[in-house]
């Protein structure tokens, strides 16, 4: 009873409405907690419902948050929800987690990841932390008062485009209740004050082995935020911090990017290009622009598809929204290939502004 006392009493902020934050809405409601706060900006698109449970078919189009909200009062009508309808970043996060004991991180993307563990650490709340992609997940319990926080364990990011976001790489959906499962867990003996959390502990899960593993995590003395001498001491620039596209891409792409309708152009006057698609295998399977040919980016970074390169053709790479070929243009012009071009909006942009009647992944 006492612990079902203080589930009522307690106030959790999930923030994200999508694959980790779906179950953890619906099991955090399921549980009891009295107040659930949820950040979400973004609308519910068809694409969303094969990982994010919460939604459905007839949600596509609406608001996440709100579809979330209605969600979570059929299963709890005693839950208050709080809705956030705002993008999270600096100017708002402080005064949004001030209102609540814990959060839940469902993010997907490294710059929010950084920005709520920074507020965290300088709030001194603990947070529940999950990552997916593919078939691997990870969570721990990030509590720089009791332990490390996620710089400990990711000191820095990983260089821009290098780690695919799941819309990109692809992810299993069901592994996004295993591991929001896990979130919830964890959220609930931290509320009720039972069991051992996992601060201090990664666990990994390997969904094709079936397996579950654990990595100690210890506090880095020397860690930025958490630190006794920290260098960060408030909010800084998180997208400027991990980088959208690296300044290498950027300087590569200024003056060789082009607009999905030049390249319609080139194709029809027979201009001698070669297309290539630098996303994944799966990717290219859905939707793709005609002519092009497949080599993903990561046969770049390797330098393997540089010997296969045609000399007497234009190189035009694109990607789904123009982030890795440029990464990927930036490796061609380092290789000599100073006339490569990539094409601005990628796939999306294509079929926008050319073929509209494709499907949109």
């Known amino acids: 009873m006492d612990g079902q006392k203080r589930l009522k009493n307690a106030k959790v902020l999930c923030v994200g409405a999508g694959g980790l934050g779906s179950p953890a809405l619906m099991y955090l409601a399921a549980a009891g907690v009295g107040t659930l706060g949820i950040v979400e900006f973004d609308e519910v698109d068809e694409s969303n419902l094969q990982r994010q449970i919460i939604h459905s078919q007839s949600d596509i189009g609406r608001p996440k948050a709100e579809s979330a909200k209605d ?26 987690f001030e209102q609540y004991d814990l959060i839940v991180d469902g993010t997907d993307n490294f710059a929010t990841r950084y920005l709520v563990n920074d507020a965290c ?31 400990c364990l990711y000191p820095e990011p990983p260089p821009p485009g290098m780690v695919p976001s799941c819309a990109e790489g692809g992810v299993l959906g069901v592994l996004c209740a295993s591991i929001g499962s896990i979130q919830v867990n964890e959220a609930i003996k931290l509320l009720a004050g039972i069991g051992e959390p996992l601060v201090g502990r990664l666990m990994i899960y390997d969904a094709l082995e079936m397996t579950y593993r654990q990595v100690k995590v210890r506090k880095d003395p020397d860690c930025a935020v958490c630190g006794p001498n920290a260098t960060v001491t408030e909010l800084i620039d998180y997208e400027a911090f991990c980088g959208v596209v690296s300044d290498e891409a950027q300087e590569a792409a200024a003056g060789s990017t082009i607009t999905p309708r030049q390249l319609k152009e080139w194709m029809d006057e027979g201009e001698s290009i070669d297309v290539i698609d630098v996303r994944e295998q799966n990717e290219y399977e859905i939707v793709s622009i005609p002519g092009a040919r497949l080599v993903p980016k990561n046969e770049f ?13 234009k190189i035009v790479l694109h990607c789904k929204t123009g982030v890795r070929s440029a990464e990927v243009l930036a490796v061609l012009k380092n290789a000599g290939f100073a006339d490569a071009v990539h094409v601005g909006g ?7 502004q050319i073929e509209p009647d494709k499907p949109v992944y």
């Open 71 to 96: 969600t979570v009062l059929g299963i709890n009508p005693y839950t208050q929800v709080n809705i956030h309808e705002e993008r999270l970043d600096s100017s708002n996060v402080m005064e949004i």
């Open 301 to 313: 970074l390797m330098g393997t598809a540089l010997q296969d390169l045609p000399q007497d053709k």
């Open 121 to 151: 650490v300088l709030l001194n709340k603990p947070y529940v932390w999950g990552s997916i992609y593919r078939f691997d997940g990870q969570a721990s319990v990030f509590w720089s008062e009791h332990g490390p926080c996620y710089r």
């Open 346 to 352: 990628g796939v999306i942009g294509w079929i926008n």
